[in-house]
């Protein structure tokens, strides 16, 4: 497949930024999010995309004054300027047919879709872009917008905010906007010079590994994520969710996975999955706090264990995220904020240091409506991330909704060698599908 670049330029927002919304504060969530970016690839199954290319450009621009620190800069490990320098805008055409492409989805390739590389440390400095588009148009007309957001200024739900935005003003439906909040995470969570926090780096290093990685995407549809939750209920979860059981199941088989290539029993994992505040902490934060408002619950697992069960393993999950509870929330305001930080650094570096240990990542976007995200000219036929063999952090599952809203896809990040053991474990099989075609409209 070839994906030919006609066009690269740099699109500000359609109204200068206020003078007194020039400086913004990161929150201290931002601070330590790490400098990668994120993708989201959408698309749409139009006959003459390269029409629809100006409507954009436009509207993207409109958008951007909204959400106008994404066309801004970092200035210091304390703030963005706000300075309307502009988002990384470019279009391609691809010499593929979007349907054929699509069935089943050629994950290898996406990333050519993609106007940045995703999921690898942005060493650009202040010079980073904190969004970049690219809009490619294959040889059917049908339109696929690749978007990459730098994770320092942006979690999932600020992405998807904006990207409803976008669409919203593309199609004129302005009753719909809304007015997105950049100040209250960093009033109520203040950035804090990181530089003293010793133990920041080991954190990192031992956290984000890097290396050449492959990515698969299963899918569970409604019939086997009801049946895995009845499997992983037990005396302390009666009743599992959807997440606790995706994340039991996906673990079993990584530590089943680990433990064929080590040739050791077992050893350490840690599980960490993000966790949206907005909700639980309620007042003063709402859903239209933007920025990284998502702390990171964690779960491990002990080697000691021998003989872990699927109920086991959501006990942990569940426990995990019964911690971020409204104690926790107030402790992490303010000074005590940065204490827990601190301290929470310390343990995952401690437990990842260790000889034989492990990390796994769970982010959950089901529920963020990308699947409803409308530019005027339709719904997504199907929503994308990232593939191929690349450089990339290790151990990364991300869970999304199915077109139809009611099963979950699973996309699994994982050095070779062991995603070949784990893409053919029977377990996983029992309940997901390996990268099935995508339904046509």
């Not at 400086?23 to 790490?34: H, K």
């Not at 009753?175 to 109520?188: G, V």
Request: glycine content about 6%.
């Amino acid at each position: 497949m070839q994906v030919l670049i006609i066009s690269r330029e740099t699109i500000k927002p359609s109204s200068p930024t206020p003078s007194h919304l020039k400086a913004l504060e990161f929150c201290l969530f931002d601070q330590i999010a790490p400098k990668t970016y994120f993708p989201t690839i959408l698309f749409y199954p139009t006959n003459d995309g390269l029409l629809k290319l100006a409507q954009l450009k436009k509207s993207l621009s409109e958008a951007l004054s909204r959400f106008y620190p994404l066309s801004g800069r970092e200035k210091d490990q304390f703030s963005i300027e706000c300075n309307d320098e502009g988002a990384s805008y470019s279009e391609a055409l691809v010499d593929y047919d979007m349907f054929e492409f699509l069935q089943p989805p050629k994950i290898d390739l996406l990333n050519h879709l993609l106007p940045r590389q995703p999921w690898v440390t942005c060493h650009d400095g202040a010079s980073a872009v904190f969004l970049a588009v690219q809009a490619n148009v294959f040889s059917c007309g049908g339109l696929a917008i690749g978007v990459c957001v730098l994770h320092t200024i942006a979690d999932g739900i600020t992405v998807s905010a904006f990207l409803k935005t976008w669409a919203t003003i593309a199609r004129g439906d302005d009753e719909q906007l809304f007015c997105p909040d950049f100040t209250t995470a960093s009033t109520l969570f203040p950035p804090r010079d990181l530089s003293s926090l010793t133990c920041s780096n080991r954190f990192m290093v031992a956290w984000k590994k890097e290396a050449i990685c492959v990515t698969r995407r299963f899918v569970f549809d409604a019939n086997a994520i009801t049946t895995l939750k009845a499997k992983a209920k037990g005396e302390y979860v009666p009743n599992p969710s959807r997440h606790e059981a995706l994340v039991a199941l996906i673990w079993k088989c990584l530590i089943s996975a680990s433990m064929t290539i080590s040739g050791l029993p077992s050893r350490t994992s840690l599980v960490e999955h993000s966790v949206d505040i907005r909700r639980r902490m309620g007042e003063p934060l709402s859903g239209y706090s933007m920025g990284n408002v998502i702390i990171v619950a964690h779960a491990v697992y002990d080697p000691a264990d021998t003989n872990i069960t699927l109920p086991d393993l959501a006990t942990l999950v569940r426990q995990s995220l019964e911690e971020v509870n409204g104690d926790f929330m107030r402790g992490l305001q303010g000074d005590g904020g940065f204490l827990l930080i601190s301290g929470y650094a310390d343990m995952v570096a401690e437990t990842l240091e260790k000889e034989e240990s492990e990390s796994l990542g769970f982010t959950n976007w089901c529920n963020f409506g990308l699947n409803e995200i409308d530019f005027g000219w339709g719904k997504p036929v199907w929503v994308g991330h990232s593939g191929g063999a690349n450089l990339s952090y290790v151990n990364r599952i991300l869970f999304k909704d199915t077109e139809c809203g009611k099963g979950t896809e699973a996309w699994v990040t994982l050095e070779e060698k062991e995603m070949a053991i784990f893409e053919n474990d029977p377990d996983l099989l029992a309940f997901a599908s390996p990268n099935p075609p995508v339904s046509r409209p």
